[in-house]
């Protein structure tokens, strides 16, 4: 279930099986209608007046009830309640005991909303019910066994709550109707109590996955043959796969078993029954075993299975032997993922009669032997994961073949020879990892040359030589450049200045010489350079270091580097003594290194007096000259035109009032000229400075760069486009605009709490870095960024993918509140692009274009980037949700997705899914949130209070974050799960409260003055 942790089942899409509806007597007694109309009263006093109010408005208005809201009635003039539906209505409360009285009733769905409490035994009086919906609320305690007994049942979904307790057995053996059940993501525990006496001959779906199950998987499936979709993932099932089960299954389609504790037969040595076993399953698409351990090898035969198959996930398992060439036999399949096992042998050749393979996964075994050139005819191959091996050899130059590759990685392998300089013809490679190999030879120029790099070249840990190749600048999307631990060469060639969107530059380890260029220190993004261990001399270029505010770490040690490094501001404020050590020539004021000599003291002290009195008589001199200049301009001043204001369409003519004209010097003024002291920020197309009008506001200035050209233009009309149309309290806010020919700016409010990015993670704790968040603070956060992002997807008049979703980009205004910033690669959707259909107003966007910036780069930054976009899909509100996913489980982990993918290969989402749900003690081990005491705004009631809400979190941010767009929640819904997040937590904190109040007055009543202490509830959504 890897890309599956949603499963959108249309209840119309299932073939109902035929209900016979009791016809009523012919003269019904007026007190069975008002029974029913006092039981929907009844319901309706129960829900919280907060949230029904609205969406049950004309509930009890009027006597004919069956035209009130969600209900459907049925039996002519009779008038009894059919069918109740409130699905996604945003109702809390719990479910009334009433509806039990509704006996007509035949479908109930309160799906998609915020009940608490248990669910009624009194449902099962129910007896004609055939479609019970309860799934994503809050409820809680045991199923009602009483459920199991109503036989019209065919469509039964209570996923996604809180329910605890066994799985009544009477579910498996009386409601023999049943064709869909859903009881996942609760925590469910026991065995499943399918034993061999019931049966259920119509059951299609059976979906327990993510509970606390236990035992073996029941031989009793094998009763239910129109079985197609089985789903048991992250439970703790044990025992040995059943030989003898699915091959009585043969329209099975899905079979999902990963993340248990099964095990092979012989002792988890043998796997050659269970895969026997599916050879009836002819419509067998996807099988999941991952995360088992299972042992054993995969059998001979394994190719021989259905030709239906397109996806098959064996990895983190304890698989042995070779790959048995006649897997190639599965020529449908698409994804085949056989990683973090104990393969050996080769690789087969024969894998490539797989033409529609797009994504292989053998890493992390012991593979040797060479790579197979025919690896290079399978067409579709966009994904090849190799690393980890001991493959030999050299690289097959016929990697060139395959157009659709984006992602290469065959690092921590034995290969050795020459980098292939027909891999610069892999036009859409986005990454390339050859390192940690015994590769020789000079970086080939036409792999230096590949613009369309988009993530990052690894070369590091291998025997390269000779000069760093001029070609390399020409890399302007690639994100992290690795060449370290080498033997290369040679200057560090200036040109790398033209990777414009570099974030990390590792040349260290190597042999380069002469001075470190100052345009590479000035890449506008750049976070993470390192050349330590190199032989490079002269000065570091300081005035780029100190200039650049992306810069957070720096490592120039060992090397012959020399002068002075000044006290100041940027990233050599913030390194430490080691940074610098080994570098004889290098003196300053960082702890650790020298002082600089007592003449270069004197010329500074000199300097220091100096400079006050040339400055006075400058100033001096241009005040005469201000006094005279000012006198002749007055008469011109009508004639000559000042600094032209430009609107944005016709943005000025309708909101002069509130976006008052601005001129250059006015914004020059405020900003002390834009001099580098009032620089706050940079972005990818200019900078921001803070400053104060004339009439004392305060304000954010952002100036884009004149050298962008049109590509700056387009940046700053986007962003014009998006804010003039949109006004929300997360959104930021545009005071005005300035520009001319050469001169654009933004005039924004400014944020005094900076970005989330520099609360995260601040240089210095209470020392000029930005304050800790906890997990109250989080909370509001993740709460503000969500209904910023909702309002832009479906509720602004023009609808607006952001495409850049980073905790750079949320700012924190006085109240601590977030908004969303920096639109300047937005899209605005055109109606007809409206995912949801609610139309919009058209654009000048072009939604055909992949998600590309204008600049070319890709859409968004490195780890928050949509896997989808690196494939070339279009902007759309999915990929927007995946960033908000990555960035929840960045604030939920303390984790920046960057360090996750260039240290451990993974992505986010992929490194919390290998410890949830089982360890989620390392998930958040090192989350700063947990270290932060609570401030006196903080909604959470306590450290355990905060743990389980941010298990919930971990579960919001893997759902946002699934490979499928199609399977991302929209954020519509997830700020309604936030909703009820923060409502339970602000539950539990009144409740604390209380029982801390009730305490400390027992306490003052006291006679023999003991404390009292209060009972600890361990349970954060009891009512």
């Known amino acids: 279930m890897a890309n599956l942790l949603l499963i959108p089942i249309i209840i ?71 069918q109740l539906v409130l699905a996604g209505r945003g109702l809390r409360g719990v479910v009334s005991p009433a509806l039990g009285r509704l006996e007509f009733v035949t479908v109930l ?15 099962a009086s129910l007896s004609r019910l055939t479609q019970l919906s309860l799934t994503a609320n809050r409820l809680e305690g045991a199923i009602p066994a009483g459920i199991g007994l109503l036989r019209r049942l065919y469509f039964l979904d209570l996923s996604g709550n809180r329910l605890s307790g066994g799985i009544p057995a009477t579910l498996f053996c009386n409601c023999t109707a049943l064709q869909y059940v859903d009881l996942a993501n609760n925590s469910l525990a026991g065995d499943i109590p399918y034993s061999g006496e019931c049966r259920l001959p119509s059951l299609r779906y059976l979906l327990l996955w993510s509970n606390d199950l236990s035992g073996p998987i029941p031989p009793a499936l094998s009763n239910s043959s129109l079985l197609e979709w089985v789903d048991f993932e992250s439970n703790y099932l044990a025992g040995e796969l059943p030989p003898q089960v699915f091959d009585r299954l043969p329209r099975l389609q899905y079979l999902y078993l990963s993340y248990n504790n099964l095990s092979s037969h012989g002792g988890n040595t043998d796997l050659a029954p269970f895969f026997r076993s599916l050879t009836n399953c002819t419509r067998l698409q996807e099988l999941e075993l991952a995360g088992n351990d299972l042992g054993g090898e995969l059998p001979a035969f394994v190719g021989e299975l259905s030709r239906e198959f397109r996806q098959i996930h064996l990895e983190d398992n304890a698989i042995t032997g070779a790959i048995p060439p006649s897997i190639a036999g599965l020529v449908n399949l698409t994804y085949l993922n056989l990683s973090n096992n104990m393969l050996n042998g080769s690789i087969p050749p024969e894998m490539s009669r797989m033409r529609r393979l797009e994504r292989l996964y053998l890493s992390n075994n012991l593979l040797a032997s060479e790579i197979p050139r025919s690896i290079g005819e399978m067409p579709h191959l966009g994904l090849v994961d190799l690393s980890g091996n001991r493959l030999a050899g050299t690289i097959p130059d016929t990697f060139s073949n395959l157009t659709q590759l984006r992602r290469l990685m065959l690092h921590h392998n034995h290969l050795s020879g020459d980098v292939p300089a027909s891999l610069g013809d892999c036009l859409n490679l986005e990454i390339l990892d050859l390192s940690y190999n015994g590769l020789q030879g000079r970086i080939p120029p036409r792999v230096a040359a590949m613009s369309g790099l988009k993530l990052y070249l690894n070369l590091s840990n291998n025997h390269l030589e000779g000069p760093l190749p001029l070609e390399l600048g020409k890399m302007d999307m690639v994100l992290a450049l690795d060449l370290s631990e080498n033997a290369l060469a040679g200057a560090v060639p200036a040109q790398l200045g033209g990777c414009v969107a570099l974030e990390y530059l590792n040349l260290s380890g190597n042999a380069l010489r002469g001075a470190l260029p100052a345009p590479v220190a000035a890449l506008p993004f750049l976070q993470v350079l390192d050349v330590s261990r190199n032989r490079l001399s002269g000065e570091l270029p300081v005035s780029s270091l100190q200039a650049s505010t992306s810069l957070r770490d720096a490592n120039f040690s060992c090397n012959n580097f020399s002068g002075a490094v000044p006290r100041g501001a940027g990233v050599l404020a913030n390194l430490s003594a080691a940074a610098f050590r080994g570098n004889p020539g290098l003196c300053g004021y960082v702890p650790g290194i020298a002082a600089c000599g007592a003449a270069t003291a004197r010329r500074a002290r000199h300097r220091r007096a100096v400079l006050p009195a040339v400055v006075g008589i400058v100033a001096a001199v241009c005040a ?172 602004a008049p023009v609808r607006v993918v952001h495409c850049d979703l980073k905790p750079s980009n949320v700012l924190l205004d006085d109240d601590m509140r977030a908004v969303i910033s920096d639109f300047g690669i937005a899209k605005l959707i055109s109606g007809a692009a ?62 920046r997705p960057t360090d996750v993918i260039f240290h451990e290969g993974l992505t986010l989402h992929d ?104 009972t600890k509830d361990d349970s954060l959504f009891s009512n």
């Not at 109010?53 to 039996?75: I, Q």
């Open 12 to 82: 119309c899409y299932l073939v109902p099986i035929a209900v016979a509806v009791d016809a009523p007597p012919p003269v019904m007694a007026a007190a069975a209608v008002a029974d029913d109309r006092s039981a929907l009263l009844a319901f309706l006093s129960n829900v919280s007046a907060d949230s029904g109010g609205v969406a049950l408005a004309d509930w009890g208005r009027s006597p004919e009830f069956c035209n009130w809201t969600g209900v459907v009635c049925g039996g002519g003039e009779r008038r009894r309640v059919t």
């Open 109 to 123: 769905d309160l799906s998609n909303n915020g009940f608490s409490g248990e669910i009624p035994a009194e449902l």
């Open 624 to 795: 005469m000259l201000c006094a005279v200049v000012c006198r002749s301009m007055a008469a011109a001043r009508a004639k000559r035109q000042s600094v032209r204001l430009v609107d944005v369409e016709d943005y000025q003519a309708a909101a002069e009032r509130e976006h008052p004209r601005i001129s250059y010097r006015e914004l020059a003024e405020a900003t002390g000229g834009f001099v580098q002291s009032s620089l706050i920020g940079a972005g990818r197309f200019g900078r921001v400075y803070e400053g104060t009008l004339r009439g004392g506001a305060r304000v954010a200035v952002k100036v884009l760069d004149p050298k962008g050209g049109g590509e700056v233009s387009g940046s700053f009309k986007r962003e014009c486009e998006v804010l003039r149309r949109t006004r929300h309290k997360n959104l930021v806010r545009v005071i005005t605009t300035c520009s001319t020919a050469t001169f654009h700016a933004l005039v924004l409010p400014l944020m005094p709490h900076g970005s989330l990015e520099g609360h995260l993670y601040p240089p210095e704790r209470g020392a000029g870095g930005g304050d800790g968040l906890d997990f109250g603070r989080l909370m509001s956060v993740v709460s503000d960024v969500a209904e910023g992002l909702a309002y832009l997807h479906h509720y």
């Open 834 to 895: 409206a995912a949801d259909g609610d139309g919009g107003a058209s654009s000048t966007s072009d939604e055909s274009a992949p998600c590309n910036s204008i600049t070319g780069l890709l859409q968004g930054s490195v780890g928050y980037i949509a896997p989808e976009y690196g494939l070339g899909g279009h902007p759309s509100r999915q990929g927007d949700v995946y960033s908000f996913g990555v960035m929840i489980l960045e604030l939920i982990t303390g984790k």
């Open 911 to 1014: 490194w919390v899914r290998r410890h949830y749900p089982h360890d989620v003690a390392a998930v958040v081990a090192h989350a700063p949130w947990r270290r932060e005491a609570p401030s006196p705004m903080s909604t959470a009631a306590s450290p355990a209070a905060a743990d389980v809400a941010a298990v919930e979190l971990i579960e919001l941010g893997l759902v946002c974050t699934q490979h499928s767009p199609a399977l991302r929640p929209s954020m519509v819904d997830v700020c309604h799960e936030i909703t009820l997040l923060n409502e339970a937590i602000r539950r539990h904190a009144a409740a604390a409260a209380a029982a801390i109040a009730a305490a400390t007055d027992e306490d003052d009543d006291d006679d023999d003055g003991r404390s009292l202490s209060t």
